[in-house]
């Protein structure tokens, strides 16, 4: 049943959850229930030591008390930027239900067995992927990245496929996890949880 969160358009301190992971799980149960395509499609903005930008897609593989979990390549441009300057933002657009999650904090990476664990489960194509792409390298054409898809095949032939040393996990240590609740005139309702200096958490309210 699709539900209609369009009307309800309110976020109040007594609606929040305990802590930002019961919150989190509360609305990520709401727009998979609501039937957004990958719910877990999440903005990851990351940064330049010298402070330049850039922004991309990335699917949320896992999140827990620790915080959010996603693979990539570490060799990519968002891998590199995560090695040389260890902070991110996510951001969670669930637009139709007038809904947003937006996350900072530091970033580090996940242990080489949760990676090896992830890999193995996803789909055979995705592993040979993985090994084949040059993530955010310039290439002269398509057949170049073809080329090294074959070739990864060849050199796997129908063995297991190991997760390259390149290419694993990243868990975003939350430092603020923000609910956004869009309401009417622009007053929209932000609340965020935020860490303070001894490891507790506080709730504060944003104005729009």
Known sequence: MRLDYTARGALLETDLA???????EAWFTDATRFGLPEPNAMIVSTATPQGRPSARTVLLKEYDERGFVFFTNYESRKGSELTANPYASL?????????????TGAVERVSRAETEEYFASRPRGSQLGAWASPQS???????????GLAATEERFGDGP??????????????????FWQGRTSRLHDRLRFARTGNGSWVV?????
């Open 137 to 147: 390298s310039v290439l002269p054409d398509r057949a170049t990245l073809d080329a």
């Open 204 to 208: 504060e309210r944003l104005a729009p």
């Open 18 to 24: 305990a802590d930002w992971r019961v919150q989190f």
């Open 91 to 103: 951001v969670f657009p669930w637009f139709p239900m007038q809904r947003q999650v937006l996350v």
């Open 161 to 178: 496929i190991p997760p390259p040393e390149h290419w694993g996990g990243f868990l975003v240590v939350p430092e603020t996890v923000e």
